[in-house]
């Protein structure tokens, strides 16, 4: 039978919509079912896919193009802000129990912000991400844009922060305009560049004079959009920018059933059960989420380029090793 993870796998891509991934997991399964003797299951899966994806490709041809999204920045705008659709979810995340609550309790404040505003209240919107790279800060930008059908926008910090006096505070207020003409996700990564301590001796005055502007925008900022900051370093930061925003979470580095968990949940369309994984999380001690999953797909392709879909726990620590080089 399926294992726990291709059930949630399977349950996540037909969320998604993710129609060659939903296949590949069934495969998945049938492939597991032949090795374990179940013969019949497994060519009748098979077989259903089959028939699925051949009905799939007749339907296809009379389909209509794929819908041009409608944020897209123009103008100015195009050399401040990105834009992405995310399919993202908190499901795909590995959070700790007490950070995917305060996650939820955003995205049900944002779904009942009208009931909310209603008694005088506002929604969570103005979120500070702070933590190690590498630790889900902006996938989580990306899951809530996902959860809550929104665009992603993140703001390009190349182009917002000049040299010119009054250039970027002027860029900021188009930012701003934009965060309130267009509902969305608005993600401002390494927030310490713009958001710095503004008692700092080795700073600019151009630089203080940007951080009073954002400072000011953000206070006034009631748009229907959610604004993020994430930050590695947030000890950086300008005390008053904590102040300004609705909620503060912290991101760490993965715990060994947290790891495990994340290395469990990218593996699980391929054949991992003669994995150890607590013995290959105390391998990943150390390691952020991100070095964890790039370790795993490597071991993946590993496996893959071996015409095997089999992942060997030696390849998996091999890995994981090696990125703790990397990180050295």
């Known amino acids: 039978m399926a294992t726990a993870d291709q059930i949630k796998a399977l349950i996540r891509c037909h969320a998604d919509g993710d129609d060659a991934r939903f296949y590949a997991v069934a495969m998945q399964v049938a492939a597991q079912a032949a090795r374990t003797g179940r013969g019949k299951f497994a060519d009748d899966v098979r077989a259903l896919v089959d028939q699925v994806r051949a009905r799939a490709a007749a339907v296809e041809p009379v389909r209509g193009p794929e819908p041009v999204p409608l944020a897209q920045p123009r103008g100015e705008l195009a050399g401040l802000l990105s834009v992405v659709y995310p399919k993202t979810r908190l499901a795909d995340m590995a959070l700790t129990e007490p950070l995917r609550a305060r996650l939820t309790r955003v995205l049900v404040e944002q779904r009942e912000r009208e009931r909310i505003r209603e008694h005088g209240f506002a929604p969570i919107r103005k979120l500070l991400l702070v933590g190690p790279p590498g630790t889900g800060k902006t996938m989580t930008a990306a899951a809530l844009a996902g959860e809550l059908g929104l665009p992603l926008f993140t703001i390009r910090l190349d182009g917002l922060i000049t040299k010119f006096m009054g250039e970027t505070a002027a860029k900021l207020r188009v930012v701003f305009d934009a965060i309130q003409a267009t509902r969305g996700v608005y993600l401002f990564d390494e927030f310490d560049a713009l958001g710095g301590e503004r008692a700092s001796t080795n700073d600019v005055g151009e630089i203080r004079r940007v951080l009073n502007s954002f400072l000011q925008f953000?206070?006034?900022?009631?748009?229907?959009?959610?604004?993020?900051?994430?930050?590695?370093?947030?000890?950086?930061?300008?005390?008053?920018?904590?102040?300004?925003?609705?909620?503060?979470?912290?991101?760490?580095?993965?715990?060994?059933?947290?790891?495990?968990?994340?290395?469990?949940?990218?593996?699980?369309?391929?054949?991992?059960?003669?994995?150890?994984?607590?013995?290959?999380?105390?391998?990943?001690?150390?390691?952020?989420?991100?070095?964890?999953?790039?370790?795993?797909?490597?071991?993946?392709?590993?496996?893959?380029?071996?015409?095997?879909?089999?992942v060997r726990e030696t390849e998996l620590r091999t890995a994981l090793e090696e990125r703790r080089r990397t990180h050295a």
């Open 218 to 310: 953000l206070e006034q900022d009631e748009s229907d959009s959610l604004v993020i900051g994430a930050t590695n370093h947030a000890q950086l930061l300008d005390l008053a920018l904590f102040r300004r925003f609705d909620a503060v979470l912290e991101y760490a580095l993965p715990s060994l059933e947290t790891a495990a968990l994340v290395m469990r949940s990218r593996l699980a369309l391929l054949d991992a059960d003669q994995v150890d994984w607590s013995r290959v999380a105390q391998t990943a001690e150390g390691l952020s989420h991100a070095e964890i999953t790039h370790a795993c797909e490597q071991a993946a392709k590993n496996a893959i380029l071996a015409h095997t879909t089999t």
